[in-house]
């Protein structure tokens, strides 16, 4: 088992940024392969980004490659998400969760997931 906690949301005009965190309990944590995702309302959960649990390796979906950028820190269990140039359709709920596989896009891949942080991008 693992908790996951996710920080860092909050509204930001288009153009700005934010850093958003994942806190996650477990001891294993930097043996776990992280993601983040988003989730608009009524719509799916999507992939965002990706990262191995050396930190080598980084994935990310085509309509955030070269503004966002994911990070971890395995001495303090956290995973962090800088998102920059924000836009308005970067809106959404953001998810981290940890994958037992590495680089996958696919939600069906993750077994645990935090309770999400809002982001909001106003025009």
């Known amino acids: 088992q693992v908790q996951l906690v996710e920080s860092g949301g909050g509204l930001v005009q288009a153009g700005g940024s934010l850093r958003l965190s994942c806190a996650a309990s477990?001891?294993?944590?930097?043996?776990?392969?992280m993601g983040w995702f988003r989730q608009e309302p009524g719509k799916e959960r999507k992939f965002v980004a990706a990262?191995?649990?050396?930190?080598?390796?980084?994935y990310y979906a085509d309509s955030v490659k070269g503004r966002f950028t994911i990070s971890r820190d395995n001495a303090k269990n956290t995973v962090y998400l800088q998102m920059n140039s924000l836009k308005p359709e970067d809106t959404a709920v953001y998810y981290c969760?940890?994958?037992?596989?590495?680089?996958?896009?696919?939600?069906?891949?993750?077994?645990?997931w935090g309770q999400g942080t809002q982001v909001t991008v106003s025009s």
């Open positions: 969760a940890t994958s037992r596989l590495y680089g996958s896009s696919s939600t069906g891949a993750y077994d645990y």
């Open positions: 477990r001891r294993t944590f930097s043996t776990d392969n």
């Open positions: 990262i191995t649990w050396s930190g080598v390796g980084t």
